[in-house]
């Protein structure tokens, strides 16, 4: 199978945020998806090794903020490419960037044009992701900006990949631009776990490309 034609489905692009009562955290998800209008209720899926997914596991709470194409490549960054568990990511944002909703949790003002408020119904083990499905409580409108395409991402956001001069194998991770250097990790790319998944943005091998 040619894997590249998931690539042809059309996703919006998210932070997902959520909290505790020791500090709140977020990250970036393309898997928001409207269930039923009445309900209103809307589904997620997180990979489980995302700091974020816990959060929501102990809450049943979160917010999403809709990216807009006003966003820059460093909101990706900050809330895509490192871990929670590492870094406190609202300690270092600018505090115009983002404000707290009525449910205690934060949600992105600067380059998204929207978010909601949900509270989780029912939690499903994917296996390597959860699926949340959940309410809508809150929403409100932030701008007039076209959403965020995952499309549009690919082709006008995220830097286009330098070639990395290497004595091994260098692969690529078309998701986010990351770099597996062979010469410089020292293990071959086809020798690392079937459940390997790319530091930045935790998807697996299959999304990694030999640099040509």
């Known amino acids: 199978m040619d894997n590249t034609v998931m690539f042809k489905l059309t996703y919006g692009l998210f932070v997902l945020t959520a909290a505790d ?5 977020g ?32 809450s049943g709470k979160f917010n999403l903020s809709f ?3 006003s966003a820059e490549f460093s909101l990706f960054q900050h809330f895509g490419f490192r ?3 590492d870094a406190d990511k609202f300690a270092d944002l600018d505090k115009a960037a983002y404000e707290t909703a009525a449910n205690g949790i934060p949600y992105i ?9 949900l509270k989780v119904e029912q ?23 076209a959403s965020m395409s995952y499309a549009f991402y690919h082709a006008n956001v995220k830097p286009k990949p330098q070639e990395v001069k290497s004595k091994g194998k260098v692969w690529v991770c078309k998701i986010c631009g990351y770099v597996y250097d062979e010469d410089k990790e020292g ?14 943005c935790k998807h697996g091998k299959q999304d990694f490309e030999l640099q040509k």
């Open 27 to 58: 990250c970036i998800i393309n898997t928001a998806i409207q269930q039923t209008a009445e309900p209103n209720r809307v589904s997620i899926t997180v990979n489980k090794q995302n700091y974020t997914e816990g959060l929501i596991q102990k």
């Open 67 to 69: 990216i807009d194409e």
């Open 83 to 85: 871990s929670g568990r």
């Open 187 to 200: 293990v071959a790319f086809e020798d690392l776990p079937a459940d390997w998944t790319c530091p930045w």
């Open 123 to 145: 939690t499903i083990d994917l296996g390597s992701h959860t699926l949340f499905i959940a309410h809508v409580e809150d929403g409100e409108n932030l701008s007039k900006n």
């Open 109 to 117: 003002k600067k380059g998204c044009n929207a978010f909601m408020s």
């Open 21 to 25: 009562d020791k500090k709140a955290n």
